[in-house]
Nanobody, 121 residues
Framework: QVQLEESGGGLVQPGGSLRLSCTAS????????MGWYRQAPGKQRELVAS???????NYADSVKGRITISKDGAVNTVYLQMNALKPEDTAVYYC???????????????WGQGTQVTVSK
């Protein structure tokens, strides 16, 4: 009933910038939070940044000052602006949402399919 569609990944040089987008669609009553996770080869998935409906943000220490999460509530879209990218930022980035489905009072977790970000010369 709900889908998260990600876009914006690609290959960039160290120090470059990239902006990821994630749009939630379907039978959504309310989105309580959205965020971005990433998984690099040989590592477990980790939180990059999250944003609640109330505007509270949370960032991984490794990206603070370089990455900004924002949203456009009118279109159920969350963005991840990434600047001063480093090779260690290379990973598959996954969009995540905590939301309420129309007619259902339970919270559900949804994940996007992932988009590859590669930072290399």
């Amino acid at each position: 009933q709900v889908q998260l569609e990600e876009s914006g990944g690609g290959l960039v040089q160290p120090g470059g910038s990239l902006r990821l987008s994630c749009t939630a669609s379907g039978s959504i009553f309310n989105i309580n939070a959205m965020g971005w996770y990433r998984q690099a080869p040989g590592k477990q998935r980790e939180l990059v940044a999250s944003l609640t409906a109330g505007g509270t943000t949370n960032y991984a220490d490794s990206v603070k000052g370089r990455i900004t999460i924002s949203k456009d509530g009118a279109v159920n879209t969350v963005y991840l602006q990434m600047n001063a990218l480093k090779p260690e930022d290379t990973a598959v980035y996954y969009c995540h949402a905590v939301l309420l489905i129309i007619g259902d009072g339970h919270e559900y977790n949804y994940w996007g399919q992932g988009t590859q970000v590669t930072v290399s010369k």
